[in-house]
């Protein structure tokens, strides 16, 4: 080994209460969750998941000779002396020092990184929220997938030659499939601490939405088979008791490779069932009886507006509102969950988008099972940032919450009618959480029997 990094979990500061009727909602939309599928649970303390970046980045150091330790500060309390001693104890100037941030904590990790760069540490710092790091604030700032390319950066940083910066990502499915696996010995006090995990058969997205953080990558990666079967061997060692899989491919279906692999590599291990997020677009016949047969119990679908003409400007491709409901009806009939993804806060959302999209969820509230609900946020790496630059009004990042009014002026709404609309929007889905249609009512009581 020729030096070593230490990966951080920073904690995450509570910045404000949590909104009264998105946590009434939650409460109703756990207890459906739980009903459908009792070995999820809330964890009491701590994550809600395992942070697989983690093991990304140790088999990535691993592969460039790099020794690496964990520290998870996550019950650390948010201040930089209380983050700041136990880096400083394990490590040596010199060392790397890893972080990636999200909203919330990126002021921290900011500061942090001044301390540790003052005690001869080298901070790199990466995730959506990166790109807005000062210069000169951290060594370096990863922009890219994690790869065989970010590792080598690693090395020339460790070696004291500064590294280099990322090329930009060309649109295109990668030829060389990812290979490794990730390496989870760091993440081994997660067992039976967490409901589910969360694994990929590939990387990246080839959509273009311009309100979405995944549409940076304009590539799509896959994960070799061999290296997948690895990665679940691992997953079944270390994690036995926990038998959900949430599928984190951005677009399930998006490559028939990734899903020909997830079949293969769990055909022979029973009981595991599967949460997957796609586009409509990808809803076809091949997608959902490859559902069906790998177990998949839910399936996530973005919903941002009934308005087809407002998504056209927002980059979402659509066949239209009526092909949306065909969709997710025949994605209910074939008797899968439906769970839509629902943003509010758009730039391009009207007074009339926003009844469009409330009477949709009314008339087709049968086939609906939950709602995960979402402000939007301009993060640096949505392609809508640079557009809306300009109209940001809060620097704070503290209030760039998902769960919070816009931080923006949108185009055709005030910041105070947009987070009216979204009350709105959480008002329905409650209601629509709460008082189920008898179609669904009599199927989850047969599931559940």
């Known amino acids: 080994m020729t030096t070593r990094c230490c990966i951080v979990q920073l904690p995450f500061p509570s910045t404000r209460e949590p909104d009264d009727r998105l946590s009434a909602y939650y409460q109703d939309y756990d207890r459906r969750f739980r009903t459908f599928l009792p070995e999820y649970f809330i964890p009491s303390d701590g994550l809600w998941e395992i942070p697989l970046w983690v093991a990304h980045l140790t088999a990535l150091l691993d592969s460039a000779a790099i020794e690496s330790s964990f520290h998870d500060l996550s019950r650390t ?94 649109l295109g499915l990668v030829a060389e499939p990812i290979t490794w696996a990730p390496d989870y010995r760091h993440l081994d006090g997660y067992s039976g601490k967490v409901p589910m995990l969360r694994l990929n058969a590939s990387h990246g997205c080839l959509y273009q939405c311009t309100f979405c953080g995944d549409a940076w990558s304009k590539q799509l990666t896959l994960v070799g088979r061999g290296a997948l079967g690895a990665e679940v061997d691992q997953l079944t060692g270390r994690f036995p008791g926990t038998r959900l899989i ?49 177990g998949v119990v839910a399936v996530e679908l973005g919903f941002e507006s ?83 630059r300009d109209r940001i009004f809060t620097w704070d990042f503290a209030q ?37 249609g008898p179609a669904l009512l009599d199927r989850t009581a047969r599931e559940t029997t």
């Not at 951290?138 to 940083?157: C, I, P, T, Y």
């Not at 692999?261 to 809803?283: A, D, W």
């Not at 993804?341 to 007074?351: A, I, K, P």
């Not at 055709?412 to 609309?421: A, C, I, K, N, V």
């Open 400 to 436: 760039w919450r998902e769960d919070a009014p816009v931080v923006y002026r949108p185009r055709h709404l005030s910041p105070e009618r947009s987070w009216e609309l979204f009350q709105e929007k959480i008002a329905t889905a409650h209601r629509i959480v709460r008082t189920p």
């Open 246 to 294: 949430y599928i984190g491919d951005k677009t399930f279906g998006q490559s028939r490779e990734a899903v020909r692999n997830l079949l293969e590599v769990f055909g022979g291990r029973p009981g595991y069932k599967f949460i997957v997020q796609t586009h409509v677009m990808q809803v076809k016949e091949w997608v959902i009886e490859a559902m069906l047969e790998l």
């Open 306 to 388: 009934a308005d087809s003409q407002m998504l056209k400007r927002l980059g979402k491709l659509s066949r239209g509102l009526d092909d949306y409901t065909a969709k997710i009806h025949a994605l209910s009939g074939a008797g899968l969950k439906v769970v839509l993804n629902m943003m509010g806060g758009l730039d391009e959302e009207t007074e009339r988008s926003h009844h469009q999209t409330l009477e949709w969820l009314e008339a087709n509230s049968e086939a609906l099972w939950l709602f995960n609900l979402y402000n939007f946020v301009p993060y640096p790496l949505t392609p809508d940032f640079a557009r809306l």
């Open 77 to 170: 309390p948010a201040d930089v002396e209380a983050c700041r001693a136990p880096i400083t104890a394990a490590t040596a100037p010199g060392d790397l020092v890893l972080f990636s941030p999200l909203a919330q904590n990126f002021r921290l990790a900011l500061e942090l990184a001044g301390e540790l760069e003052r005690a001869g540490r080298r901070v790199v710092l990466g995730g959506n929220m990166a790109p807005l790091a000062p210069e000169g604030s951290v060594h370096l700032v990863h922009r890219g997938q994690l790869d065989a390319g970010f590792a080598a950066v690693l090395v020339e940083l460790a070696a004291g030659r500064g590294g280099r910066t990322e090329k930009p990502a060309a």
